[in-house]
């Protein structure tokens, strides 16, 4: 099992960006998908984004073009930019890991391994 620790949340205005990081610890899987999963009070967890060991990349209709997913060579920590922030991008952002199987998405009931979140907070 892979422990995951997020940092880099926090209070911005709309159009604004942020930052996220989750730093693995343990054996990363060989082939892997990792996930950034937001949720809001009230709503249902959704998948943001998604990459996997291939370096394929998914987004969420909503974030495509702003959010950008992406990993570092030796695995131990996985980004997530926010850019052109909006209101409705308010939510606890988690991420996840899974090994890869037939393939890899954001749909938050694939992963098996989570973190405990960090909270970002955009103002109109």
């Known amino acids: 099992q892979v422990q995951l620790a997020e940092s880099g949340g926090g209070s911005a205005q709309a159009g604004e960006s942020l930052k996220l990081s989750c730093a693995a610890s343990?054996?990363?899987?060989?082939?892997?998908?990792l996930g950034w999963i937001r949720q809001d009070p009230g709503k249902e967890r959704e998948g943001v984004a998604a990459?996997?060991?291939?370096?394929?990349?998914f987004y969420k209709d909503s974030v495509k073009g702003r959010f950008t997913i992406s990993v570092e060579n030796d695995k131990t920590t996985l980004y997530l930019q926010l850019n052109s922030l909006k209101p409705e991008d308010t939510a606890m952002y988690y991420c996840?890991?899974?090994?890869?199987?037939?393939?890899?998405?954001?749909?938050?009931?694939?992963?098996?391994?989570w973190g405990q979140g960090t909270q970002v907070t955009v103002s109109s």
């Open positions: 343990g054996p990363m899987y060989r082939d892997y998908c």
């Open positions: 996840a890991a899974r090994p890869l199987g037939g393939y890899c998405s954001y749909d938050p009931q694939m992963f098996g391994d």
């Open positions: 990459i996997d060991s291939n370096g394929d990349t």
